[in-house]
Structure formats: structure tokens, C-alpha cells
């Protein structure tokens, strides 16, 4: 019955997971699944849809595989460990979309179909695009086998990004954690599914902002965490004071402190992880060591000699970085001040002039970093052996970012169009062309040879003479004037170029336009570092600075490649790698700018609508056919709508399906019939379908399980009414033949029977047993088959009887005699049988304060003794902490039990009087296996009252007997002892 009922809950709870489907639910709560609307074409409808998930909490919606998420700025309780329970192993589509559903399918495809696999997380900064990544490396760390191992490069996965968080993440106008460089992260899996490595590809550092924020923004993360929470001792060996507002790189932004960003906890986050990642001591020494000599780089400042050139005072600034490089104070100097020419033969130093010392500064502060970052993210990948935005003043690496979604959404529609025409393909089912925007033109209008905005950019920057900013932008309107894609101010119309600066250019992505300031792009694409700074760093003691600019460098006097050429090759690997791998996608949305719950911006939400391609995505999945399924999991679902499909179908799926959709009245042209898959056109026809199966759904389903469950319930009791008549046929009839042959000797016919006969005559035996072991005329007459057996028994019953209350009273007597004054009179009362089995006894207990008398019952059991008021505890006593027990020589009743207490709040002694005096100890002997614990004192016994107070107790003569309390705080009891005199008992209370 328990699996049968199991059974029907789960169906129920599958039934009220499904009701999202529902007419009423698709009104309230709109569409799980984009792919599903009506006007897939219509902007609005999407937004629409959007706003009414995000308004009852359901941030996740599906465009077909693609996962939508909009960021709620709260709490909703949805990533909890019961939560990854639910979607581990379960279809894509039953349960509402998740990222977990995601990473679950993604996870159990890859080892289904051991190929590779790749997630795609892209959206606007702070539309939680580094909080998507973390939850899905948890779901693996959870849901992936666990083996020692295992566990370790888990721990080291999840680790690595509070590492990388700190030193590539900093804040921005748009978002407080706001990843400055692309990530590709790499998780390898073995056969069995279990994570055994990884490895992480970064691209494009952003740099500059070590040396500069805008207002309102601010450096790395890990600046601000060393200077606010770095140990006092640490500080002081890197010469750093706990103030920010000191370090002219960190102020830039003028926003050192963020609200919600604690940089305490999270250098302690930092740390630790970098311990269990397993950085030695000495590499993370020479780590900070890099952080702060990039601070104190900052604060290096020049003035200018009577000729005009650079000139260092000797600052203390000098003095740390020579400490913490380990390079001279004279060689840094020098450094940073002058610039090695080549003449001919010979080399001369050429002074700077402050500006350019300060370029110098600031060039080698990024290079620095930048290497110190590289250096970092190759050490996690050796331990472990995305963006699209639109800035109020968008630079040079703004304009890389936007190139990098270029070629992703580029790539994103080209592998999208190839796996729908591959799955229609596979089942057999005509393709239709699909019209979408072809992004090619963009991106070649970036990055065509010679003729593209890089070459153009990488050109100015090579060339000789004075090439500016502008004359970049001039080279630009020359090359691009007439470009559909491609605006300035020069050649703009009009109206237009009262929205341009004459030192900007616009590009019209496929997401919409955007325009870029052209100051800063040759310096930053530049990014040079004077060779004879990059020699004074390949003298530096610090291990990873020499790491990072190691004497095998080649010192070619051919200039570097610029970061926007760098930037494209590594864009072209990137490529290369997720051609090689199966797609998958989360979208990631920020339903407004103020990071505020339950606000949704249309106008916010439809920009990012239009720029992340999901009208693009969701035309190319809709392309002919708006919902597939298999034809098992469509059957399972749909058959109660059809009597011959239900409750089983005989045939294949695939005939059961077409049997259901005949029955449904479906049209030819509303649906195909694939080889595994049927495929169905319009979503009309689906929740046509839904709504019919609503209905029945609470109602005709429910009463056909409970017939099925009644069925298999009668069944059931008719089977095990009938093995059990049997059972009885076969015992009557061995009892019958036992009986026929009870005189003779036993054999395989009577062994039952004559079994039978002892047990019943033992059993009888056991209730009318004789009261004395001399009365031995009233035993029952036994059977035959005893035999001299029962003498035997007679023998034992007289031996053993007296033999337990014996051994007690031994104990007793070896505790008490001639100890105690009233003993005597106890050996002749047997101790009573209940009590000495299931061992309980009334007792008074006196109260610790004031003595107050309170009636209990003491219970012993197998570990402690409890004192009982009304079935609720009032004290249990562990015989592991029971220190003794203390009794008078007289003839009172009293005994005082003795706790082991070290807490204030644990009570203390326990002070009762027990009329089973003798009985209740000697069996508190025996349960606690304690023989040697009671003491008989003579005169006071001495009691805690708690820890630190005492109490005593004494004893004197007297005529009566009197329980009271003393006004000098003594307990006063008067007894009569055995001889006639009287005895006073005091409990004195001291601190």
C-alpha cells in the first residue's frame, strides 16, 4: 500500500508542477517556455512575458534549451540543497526552468553522448552573470561522484573564484562586483562523471584601471581588501597604513568604501581560499608584496629639474619598493626617470620629462599587475592540473568587449541554425529557411585585414611621426566614410551630429548603436613598457616578479603586437574551442538600474531583449516547428485524453502517439511525425491540448489510480488470505497426525506435535508455579514426553530461587553491616521482584534552596538515574558523572548523590529520602557497576549546592523526629535510631 500511495503523490505533485502549463497559470504567470508564444515574432509579447514571471518570482524562462535569467536583487530561497535534489537526473522539460535544470541536462548529456559541452553566460555587467557561473559550479560540486579526490579539485574549482574575483573584479557604475576580463573556464570530467580538473582562459585584463576609475568606480578588489583587512603584522612588513584615502591609485573614483561589499570578510574569503588551494607561504608573501608595490608605485611622484626633465626626491615610497622587488632604490630611480636609447654602437640613457616619467609609472604599474594576473590564473590552472555593455563614456576596451559579442552572437546563430537543421535532419523532417540578421558585415567592418577598425588602430599606432587620437579618428573617416555601420561627427547628417563629439565614432551593432570616445585608444592599445624598465624588473629577488619578467624574454627591437591584435587571436582560439564543443546558453538580464527588487524598466529590459539576440534565437527555434518531444514522454503525458491509449498502449510509442493526436483532431499541417519525435507547429495546438488534459487531471486521473490501487489492494488480501488457509491445512493436519502417533518415539510424523505438548506444559508451568521451595505437591502433572525432566526442573526451581535475592542481599550486607545502624533490621525483608527488575522508587528529594520537600520517583536505567515528577523529568544524572553516594552510620533514610558539575547553569546534589533505602542503593550498585562508591559517614557530609557553593549535613541525638530548617541555614532532621536515641541533620548552605 506504501508504494502505491507513494506512487499517487508523486503523480499529484507531477500533476501541481505541470499546472504552470495551465490556461490559468499562462494568464497569471505567462510562459515557461519562449518558444511557446503565439507572437514569437513581437517584442512586446517577449516583454510581456518577462514581466509576469518576474513579478510572481520565476526568474528563469526557456527558449527552447537557451536559459533566460533576470537578476531579482533578493534572496528567494531557490538554490538550497533540496532544490539541486529535485532537478538531479530529471528530464529538461518536467520541472520548471532552472539553472540547475541546465547544468543537469548539460552534465548527464555530456556523459551520455561523451562528447564535449560548453555554457555561454553573457549579459550586461550586473545582470549576474559571475553569480550564475557559482551556482552552477556548486550544482557540480553536489551532484558529482564523491571520492576524496574528487572532493579536493572540487574545493579547489569553487575556490578559484573568490581568487579571481578579487584580483580581476572590481566596481563600476553599473554593478559592485563587476568581472574585468573574459573568462573561460574548463571543467574536465572522467568516464564515471566525476570532476578530476580544470582549467581557466582569461582574456583581456582591463589594465588602465589600475591606474585610473572613473568617478564613482574603483580599482581591483584585492587593493581595498590588503588595506582594510590585512593583519596589523602583514601592514607593517609591507609599509601600509589602513586608510585607502592614502594611495593615489585607489582614489581615483573617489568610492573607496562600497556599502555592499564587505572587504574585511572578504580578504579572510581570500585567504583561506588561497591555503586550501595550496599557494605556499613564500609565493603568497611575494603576492602581497606585488599588491602593495603597486600602491606605493602610485604615490611616486616627480617634479621637474631647472632643464625641464623628471627628478625622484628620496621619498620612503622608493625605500618599499626596493624592499618589497628587491631591487635597488638607484636602479629604480634611474628607471623611472630615463628611457635607454640605442645610438649606432652605443646605448644612452635619455631623461624623461614628468610626463612622460609619469607615463612610464603608470606603464609599468599595469604591467605589473597584468603579468602578476597571468602568473595567477596559471597557478590555479596548475592546481586544478562573456559580456555585451553600453557605458555612458565607452574607450578602447569597451570597444573589445563589444567586438568579443560580435563573434559570439555570430557564432551563437551559426551553431543554433546548425543544430536545428541537424535535428531536423535527424528525424526526417523537412527544413524551412530561417531570415535573421547576419552579423558578418560588423564584424568585419572590426576586423577585416588592412581594412578594419584594428588594422587601422594597430597602423596609426605603428607608424611614424605624431599619430594622435584624432588622426586615428581622421584615418577611420578616410577608410569607412560611407559604411551603413559606421558614423562620426565629421559624417554624420545633421540631425545625428548633435548627438557626437567631434572625437567620436558610432558603430551600429546588431543590438543597436553605440558610440566610442577615441581618447586613450592608442595608449591602451599600445601598452608599452620601456626596455630598460623591463630590465630593472629582471633584477627584482620577489619570485614572482621574476617569473613574470624572466631574463629568456626575448628583448626584440621589433615592437610588440598591440593589445587590440593580441585580443583578436585570442578571440579566434575561443572560437575554435566552442566550434569543437555542443552549445549551450544562459542570457542574463538586469531588470533595472538601480539594483532594486521587484522593479522591471521596459524600456531596460526590451534594450537587452534586443541586444543578447533572443528575438534572433527564438525565430531560428521556431523556424517551422514550435514544440518537439519524444514520442514516449508525449505519450506518457497526453494518454488518459484518448480511451485506447489508456491506461496502456500496446503498440510502439510512435503508434500511440499518432493514434492520440487522430483522436485530438490535429490537422496535417499542424504537426510531423519524426523518427523518435513527433513536432508540432503552432502553440495553439498545444495548449489546446494541455487545457483538454486539465481537466482530467484532478478528477478522471485520480479516480482511475485509487480503482487501480483498490484493485491491487484486493488482490493483494485475497492472495494472503489464501496463502494462509493453506498454511493452516498443512499445520491441522501435521497436529492431527502428531496426536495419532504422540506414543510412539519421535519421528518426522509427531517432532511438531510433541514440541507443541512441552511448550504448552512450560508455559503453564511458568504462571502456577509453587510459592515456597518446600511446596512440591502442587507442581501440574506433566506429559509423558517429560519424562524425569521435570524432577530435573523441581531441582533447578528450589536451587535458583533464593539465589538471586541472595546475591543482592550479599552486596547489601557487604556495603552496610556493621556500618550502618538500621541495617539488621532489613536482612529479613526480601526485596521486591518489580522493583528489582524495572527498577523505580519514591523518593523525597529536598530542594538545594531552602529545602523545600518535594515527592518524586527515581528511576534507574542502563546509563542514568532520573528523577520523576508526573512522567516529566526533573533531573537525569549520568552514572559516568556520578561521583558517590553518602549515607549516615544512623538509622535515618537519607542518601545524597553526588554530581560531577563544571557548568554554573548544571545543578547540583541531589539530597533524598528513600524508604527503600538498602534496596535502592545495592541496585544503583549493580545498574551503574559501581561497588566501591557509597560512603557511611560518621557526624557531617559535606554537598554542592552548585559549583562554588557547599552545603553539610549532620547528625545528632534526639527523643523525636523533626525535618526543619535552622536558623544558622542548617536542614535540622531529629530520627530515632534503633536504640532509643535521636539523631539531628543539618544542611548548611556557604559560599
Given at each position: 500500500?506504501?508504494?502505491f500511495?507513494?506512487?499517487?503523490?508523486?503523480?499529484?505533485?507531477?500533476?501541481?508542477r505541470?499546472?504552470?502549463?495551465?490556461?490559468?497559470?499562462?494568464d497569471?504567470?505567462?510562459?515557461?517556455d519562449?518558444?511557446l508564444?503565439?507572437?514569437?515574432?513581437?517584442?512586446?509579447?517577449?516583454l510581456?512575458?518577462?514581466r509576469?514571471?518576474f513579478?510572481?518570482?520565476?526568474?528563469?524562462?526557456?527558449?527552447?534549451?537557451?536559459?533566460?535569467?533576470?537578476?531579482?536583487?533578493?534572496?528567494?530561497?531557490?538554490?538550497?540543497?533540496?532544490?539541486?535534489?529535485?532537478?538531479?537526473g530529471?528530464?529538461?522539460?518536467?520541472?520548471?526552468?532552472?539553472i540547475?535544470?541546465?547544468?543537469?541536462n548539460?552534465?548527464?548529456?555530456?556523459l551520455?553522448?561523451?562528447n564535449?559541452?560548453?555554457?555561454?553566460?553573457?549579459?550586461?555587467?550586473?545582470?549576474?552573470?559571475?553569480?550564475?557561473?557559482?551556482?552552477i559550479?556548486?550544482?557540480?560540486a553536489?551532484s558529482?561522484p564523491?571520492?576524496?579526490?574528487?572532493?579536493?579539485?572540487?574545493?579547489?574549482?569553487?575556490?578559484s573564484?573568490?581568487?579571481?574575483?578579487?584580483?580581476?573584479n572590481?566596481?563600476?557604475?553599473?554593478?559592485d562586483n563587476?568581472s574585468?576580463?573574459?573568462?573561460?573556464?574548463?571543467?574536465?570530467?572522467?568516464?564515471?562523471?566525476?570532476?578530476?580538473?580544470?582549467?581557466?582562459?582569461?582574456?583581456?585584463?582591463e589594465?588602465?584601471?589600475?591606474?585610473?576609475?572613473?568617478?564613482?568606480?574603483?580599482?581591483?578588489?584585492?587593493?581595498?581588501?590588503?588595506?582594510?583587512?590585512g593583519e596589523?603584522?602583514?601592514?607593517?612588513?609591507?609599509?601600509?597604513?589602513?586608510?585607502?584615502?592614502?594611495?593615489?591609485?585607489?582614489?581615483q573614483g573617489e568610492?573607496a568604501?562600497v556599502?555592499?561589499?564587505?572587504?574585511?570578510?572578504?580578504?579572510?574569503t581570500?585567504?583561506?581560499?588561497?591555503?586550501?588551494?595550496?599557494?605556499?607561504?613564500s609565493?603568497?608573501?611575494s603576492?602581497f608584496?606585488?599588491i602593495?608595490?603597486?600602491?606605493?608605485?602610485?604615490?611616486v611622484?616627480?617634479?621637474?629639474?631647472?632643464?625641464g626633465?623628471?627628478?625622484?626626491n628620496?621619498?620612503?615610497?622608493?625605500?618599499?619598493?626596493s624592499?618589497?622587488?628587491?631591487i635597488?632604490?638607484?636602479?629604480?630611480?634611474?628607471?623611472?626617470?630615463?628611457r635607454k636609447?640605442?645610438?649606432?654602437?652605443?646605448?644612452?640613457?635619455?631623461?624623461?620629462?614628468?610626463?612622460q616619467?609619469?607615463?612610464?609609472?603608470?606603464?609599468?604599474?599595469k604591467?605589473?599587475?597584468g603579468?602578476t594576473f597571468t602568473?595567477l590564473?596559471?597557478?590555479?590552472?596548475?592546481?586544478?592540473?562573456?559580456?555585451?555593455?553600453?557605458?555612458?563614456?565607452?574607450?578602447?576596451?569597451?570597444f573589445?568587449i563589444?567586438?568579443?559579442?560580435?563573434?559570439?552572437?555570430?557564432?551563437?546563430?551559426?551553431?543554433t541554425l546548425?543544430?536545428?537543421?541537424?535535428?531536423?535532419?535527424?528525424?526526417g523532417?523537412?527544413?524551412?529557411?530561417v531570415?535573421?540578421?547576419?552579423?558578418?558585415?560588423?564584424?568585419?567592418?572590426?576586423?577585416?585585414?588592412?581594412?578594419?577598425?584594428?588594422?587601422?588602430?594597430d597602423?596609426?599606432?605603428?607608424?611614424?611621426?605624431?599619430a594622435?587620437?584624432?588622426t586615428?579618428?581622421?584615418?577611420?573617416?578616410?577608410?569607412m566614410?560611407g559604411?551603413?555601420?559606421?558614423?562620426?561627427?565629421?559624417?554624420?547628417?545633421?540631425?545625428?551630429r548633435?548627438?557626437l563629439?567631434?572625437?567620436?565614432f558610432?558603430?551600429?551593432?546588431?543590438?543597436?548603436e553605440?558610440?566610442?570616445?577615441?581618447?586613450?585608444f592608442?595608449?591602451?592599445?599600445n601598452?608599452l613598457?620601456?626596455?630598460?624598465?623591463?630590465?630593472?624588473?629582471?633584477?627584482s629577488?620577489?619570485a614572482?616578479?621574476?617569473?613574470?619578467?624572466?631574463?629568456?624574454e626575448?628583448?626584440?627591437k621589433?615592437?610588440?603586437?598591440?593589445?587590440?591584435?593580441?585580443?583578436?587571436?585570442?578571440?579566434?582560439?575561443?572560437?575554435?574551442?566552442?566550434?569543437?564543443?555542443?552549445?549551450?546558453?544562459?542570457?542574463?538580464?538586469k531588470?533595472?538600474?538601480?539594483?532594486?527588487?521587484?522593479?522591471?524598466?521596459d524600456?531596460?529590459?526590451?534594450?537587452?531583449?534586443?541586444?543578447?539576440?533572443?528575438?534572433?534565437?527564438l525565430?531560428?527555434?521556431r523556424?517551422g516547428?514550435?514544440?518537439?518531444?519524444?514520442?514516449?514522454?508525449?505519450l506518457?503525458?497526453?494518454?488518459?485524453?484518448?480511451p485506447?491509449?489508456?491506461?496502456?498502449w500496446?503498440?510502439?510509442a510512435?503508434e500511440?502517439?499518432?493514434?492520440?493526436?487522430?483522436?485530438?483532431?490535429?490537422?496535417?499541417d499542424?504537426?510531423?511525425?519524426?523518427?523518435?519525435?513527433?513536432?508540432i507547429?503552432?502553440?495553439?495546438?498545444?495548449?489546446?491540448?494541455?487545457?483538454?488534459?486539465?481537466?482530467?487531471?484532478?478528477?478522471?486521473?485520480?479516480?482511475?489510480l485509487?480503482?487501480?490501487i483498490?484493485?491491487?489492494?484486493?488482490?493483494?488480501?485475497?492472495?494472503r488470505?489464501?496463502?494462509?488457509?493453506?498454511w493452516?491445512?498443512?499445520?491441522?493436519?501435521?497436529?492431527?497426525?502428531?496426536?495419532?502417533?504422540?506414543?510412539?518415539?519421535?519421528?518426522?510424523?509427531?517432532?511438531?506435535?510433541?514440541?507443541?505438548?512441552?511448550q504448552n506444559?512450560?508455559?503453564?508451568?511458568?504462571?502456577?508455579?509453587?510459592?515456597?521451595?518446600?511446596?512440591?505437591?502442587?507442581?501440574?502433572t506433566?506429559?509423558?514426553?517429560?519424562?524425569?525432566?521435570?524432577?530435573?526442573?523441581?531441582y533447578?526451581?528450589?536451587?535458583?530461587?533464593?539465589h538471586?535475592?541472595?546475591?543482592?542481599?550479599?552486596?547489601?550486607?557487604?556495603?552496610?553491616?556493621?556500618?550502618?545502624?538500621?541495617?539488621?533490621?532489613?536482612?529479613?525483608?526480601p526485596?521486591?521482584?518489580?522493583?528489582?527488575?524495572?527498577?523505580?522508587?519514591?523518593?523525597?528529594?529536598y530542594?538545594?534552596?531552602?529545602?523545600?520537600?518535594?515527592f518524586?520517583?527515581?528511576?534507574?536505567?542502563g546509563?542514568?538515574?532520573?528523577?520523576?515528577?508526573?512522567?516529566?523529568?526533573?533531573?537525569?544524572?549520568?552514572?559516568?558523572?556520578?561521583?558517590?553516594?553518602?549515607?549516615?552510620t544512623?538509622?535515618?533514610?537519607?542518601?545524597?548523590?553526588?554530581?560531577?558539575?563544571e557548568?554554573?547553569?548544571?545543578?547540583?546534589d541531589?539530597?533524598?529520602?528513600c524508604?527503600?533505602?538498602?534496596e535502592?542503593?545495592?541496585?544503583?550498585?549493580?545498574?551503574a557497576?559501581?561497588?566501591?562508591?557509597?560512603?557511611?559517614v560518621?557526624?557531617s557530609?559535606?554537598?554542592?549546592?552548585?559549583?562554588?557553593?557547599?552545603g553539610?549535613?549532620?547528625f545528632?541525638?534526639?527523643?523525636?523526629?523533626?525535618?526543619?530548617?535552622?536558623?544558622?541555614?542548617?536542614?535540622?532532621?531529629?530520627?530515632?535510631?534503633?536504640?532509643?536515641?535521636?539523631?539531628?541533620?543539618?544542611?548548611k548552605?556557604?559560599?
Open positions: 500500500m506504501y508504494m500511495s507513494k506512487s499517487l503523490e508523486e503523480r499529484c505533485n507531477r500533476i501541481l505541470d499546472m504552470e502549463g495551465s490556461l490559468t497559470a499562462r497569471r504567470v505567462g510562459i515557461q519562449f518558444v508564444l503565439d507572437a514569437y515574432t513581437s517584442e512586446s509579447a517577449v510581456d512575458n518577462l509576469k514571471r513579478n510572481e518570482n520565476l526568474i528563469y524562462t526557456y527558449i527552447g534549451t537557451l536559459l533566460v535569467s533576470v537578476n531579482p536583487y533578493k534572496e528567494l530561497g531557490i538554490y538550497t540543497k533540496k532544490q539541486m535534489d529535485i532537478y538531479m530529471v528530464n529538461f522539460f518536467e520541472l520548471p526552468p532552472h540547475y535544470a541546465l547544468a543537469d548539460v552534465y548527464r548529456t555530456m551520455t553522448e561523451t564535449n559541452h560548453f555554457i555561454l553566460i553573457s549579459g550586461e555587467s550586473g545582470a549576474g552573470k559571475t553569480e550564475a557561473s557559482k551556482k559550479l556548486q550544482f557540480y553536489v558529482c564523491s571520492t576524496k579526490l574528487l572532493d579536493n579539485v572540487r574545493d579547489r574549482l569553487l575556490l573564484n573568490p581568487v579571481l574575483e578579487a584580483f580581476g572590481a566596481k563600476t557604475l553599473k554593478n563587476s574585468r576580463f573574459g573568462k573561460y573556464m574548463d571543467i574536465q570530467f572522467d568516464h564515471m562523471g566525476g570532476a578530476v580538473g580544470g582549467h581557466i582562459l582569461s582574456y583581456l585584463l589594465k588602465s584601471r589600475v591606474v585610473h576609475q572613473n568617478h564613482g568606480e574603483r580599482s581591483f578588489h584585492i587593493f581595498y581588501q590588503l588595506v582594510e583587512g596589523e603584522d602583514l601592514l607593517r612588513w609591507l609599509g601600509l597604513e589602513r586608510n585607502c584615502q592614502r594611495y593615489s591609485y585607489l582614489v568610492c568604501k556599502s555592499s561589499v564587505n572587504d574585511k570578510s572578504d580578504w579572510k581570500v585567504r583561506k581560499a588561497l591555503s586550501v588551494i595550496e599557494f605556499s607561504e609565493n603568497i608573501e603576492l608584496a606585488i602593495a608595490s603597486v600602491l606605493h608605485l602610485g604615490n611622484t616627480f617634479v621637474a629639474d631647472s632643464q626633465y623628471a627628478t625622484l628620496n621619498s620612503p615610497e622608493i625605500h618599499w619598493l624592499k618589497l622587488l628587491g635597488p632604490a638607484q636602479v629604480i630611480q634611474v628607471g623611472l626617470t630615463h636609447i640605442e645610438a649606432r654602437s652605443e646605448e644612452v640613457l635619455s631623461p624623461f620629462t614628468v610626463d616619467a609619469v607615463y612610464a609609472k603608470d606603464a609599468l604599474a604591467a605589473i599587475y603579468r602568473w590564473v596559471n597557478e590555479l590552472n596548475e592546481s586544478l592540473a562573456d559580456w555585451y555593455c553600453v557605458f555612458s563614456v565607452n574607450s578602447f576596451e569597451q573589445c563589444n567586438y568579443c559579442n560580435e563573434k559570439l552572437q555570430q557564432l551563437f546563430i551559426q551553431l546548425k543544430s536545428e537543421q541537424e535535428e531536423y535532419e535527424m528525424e523532417i523537412e527544413w524551412e529557411s531570415p535573421y540578421f547576419n552579423n558578418k558585415i560588423i564584424c568585419d567592418l572590426v576586423e577585416e585585414k588592412f581594412k578594419g577598425i584594428i588594422s587601422v588602430l597602423e596609426e599606432c605603428l607608424r611614424p611621426g605624431e594622435t587620437d584624432m586615428f579618428l581622421e584615418k577611420l573617416e578616410e577608410k566614410g559604411h551603413a555601420h559606421f558614423v562620426t561627427h565629421k559624417l554624420a547628417d545633421q540631425k545625428t548633435k548627438t563629439e567631434r572625437g567620436d558610432r558603430l551600429l551593432h546588431y543590438a543597436g553605440v558610440t566610442y570616445s577615441v581618447v586613450g592608442l595608449d591602451k592599445n601598452d613598457l620601456y626596455r630598460n624598465i623591463k630590465e630593472v624588473m629582471r633584477q629577488k620577489n614572482i616578479v621574476k617569473h613574470c619578467f624572466p631574463s629568456t626575448p628583448d626584440s621589433k615592437r610588440p603586437e598591440t593589445v587590440a591584435t593580441q585580443f583578436k587571436s585570442s578571440l579566434v582560439g575561443l572560437t575554435e574551442i566552442l566550434m569543437s564543443k555542443e552549445p549551450w546558453y544562459v542570457r542574463c538580464m531588470p533595472n538600474e538601480g539594483k532594486q527588487p521587484g522593479l522591471f524598466d524600456v531596460l529590459v526590451r534594450h537587452q531583449v534586443k541586444y543578447l539576440g533572443l528575438m534572433e534565437h525565430r531560428v527555434r523556424a516547428f514550435a514544440y518537439r518531444r519524444r514520442y514516449e514522454i508525449f506518457q503525458r497526453y494518454k488518459p485524453l484518448c485506447d491509449t489508456w491506461p496502456n500496446k503498440g510502439t510512435a500511440g502517439v499518432e493514434c492520440l493526436v487522430k483522436h485530438l483532431g490535429y490537422k496535417p499542424e504537426y510531423k511525425m519524426g523518427r523518435t519525435k513527433i513536432f507547429r503552432h502553440p495553439r495546438t498545444l495548449f489546446a491540448t494541455e487545457d483538454a488534459f486539465e481537466p482530467i487531471t484532478l478528477s478522471a486521473c485520480v479516480v482511475l485509487a480503482t487501480k483498490e484493485t491491487c489492494w484486493r488482490g493483494m488480501k485475497a492472495r488470505e489464501r496463502e494462509k488457509r493453506a493452516a491445512v498443512k499445520v491441522i493436519k501435521r497436529f492431527i497426525k502428531g496426536f495419532m502417533t504422540r506414543n510412539q518415539p519421535a519421528c518426522v510424523d509427531n517432532t511438531d506435535y510433541l514440541a507443541f505438548v512441552r506444559y512450560l508455559t503453564r508451568l511458568k504462571e502456577n508455579l509453587p510459592k515456597t521451595v518446600v511446596d512440591k505437591n502442587t507442581w501440574l506433566p506429559p509423558p514426553i517429560m519424562g524425569s525432566l521435570t524432577d530435573h526442573l523441581i533447578l526451581y528450589c536451587v535458583c530461587l533464593p538471586v535475592q541472595l546475591q543482592i542481599k550479599g552486596l547489601t550486607s557487604s556495603i552496610f553491616k556493621g556500618t550502618k545502624e538500621n541495617y539488621p533490621h532489613s536482612v529479613g525483608i526485596f521486591v521482584d518489580t522493583r528489582i527488575s524495572k527498577y523505580s522508587v519514591p523518593v523525597v528529594k530542594d538545594r534552596n531552602g529545602f523545600r520537600p518535594r518524586r520517583q527515581l528511576i534507574y536505567t546509563s542514568a538515574a532520573y528523577l520523576v515528577e508526573e512522567a516529566k523529568i526533573k533531573q537525569r544524572v549520568e552514572f559516568n558523572n556520578l561521583k558517590g553516594v553518602s549515607v549516615s544512623l538509622s535515618d533514610n537519607f542518601l545524597i548523590l553526588h554530581v560531577q558539575c557548568d554554573i547553569k548544571q545543578k547540583g541531589l539530597v533524598l529520602q524508604d527503600y533505602l538498602f535502592a542503593l545495592t541496585k544503583l550498585c549493580l545498574v557497576n559501581k561497588h566501591n562508591f557509597i560512603k557511611v560518621q557526624g557530609v559535606k554537598f554542592d549546592i552548585q559549583p562554588g557553593r557547599e553539610f549535613v549532620d545528632k541525638s534526639g527523643q523525636e523526629t523533626m525535618i526543619y530548617r535552622a536558623k544558622n541555614g542548617h536542614l535540622m532532621v531529629l530520627y530515632i535510631t534503633c536504640m532509643g536515641s535521636v539523631v539531628t541533620y543539618q544542611a548552605r556557604s559560599l
